[in-house]
């Protein structure tokens, strides 16, 4: 079953999950910032994605920007950053099986789901 990390808020990601809902799949939504990944949860989403921690902050979020940006950071410091303020994890996050992409574009969707 495909997931899709989803902020309802954000333009992109609904329109991901309408694209997904378009392809007849079946789905789980993960509201990640009512119910934040954990730090299994995340290196192993991370390990999915083929990414680096850095790869996965929204640098340009305010939080990021006041209390992270050009500090000297381990990937553990990164990952436990977004463990603790899930708004800074890119979205919308498309996991299928043992893959996962960030679903902001959908042609590279098409070919995923």
Sequence with gaps: MIQ??????????????????????EYEIIRYLENPPTTDE?????K?????????VRQK????IE???NK???DQDIIKAMVENPILIE???VINGDKAIIGRELDKLNSFV
């Design 4 to 25: 899709i990390y989803h902020n309802p808020r954000c333009g992109k990601s609904r329109k991901c999950l309408t694209f997904i809902e378009t392809k007849g799949k």
């Design 42 to 46: 995340l290196q192993l989403l991370l």
């Design 48 to 56: 999915k994605l083929n990414m680096k921690p850095l790869e996965l």
């Design 61 to 64: 979020e305010k939080i990021w």
């Design 67 to 69: 209390n992270f940006k």
């Design 72 to 74: 000297e950071m381990t």
């Design 91 to 93: 979205r919308p996050i």
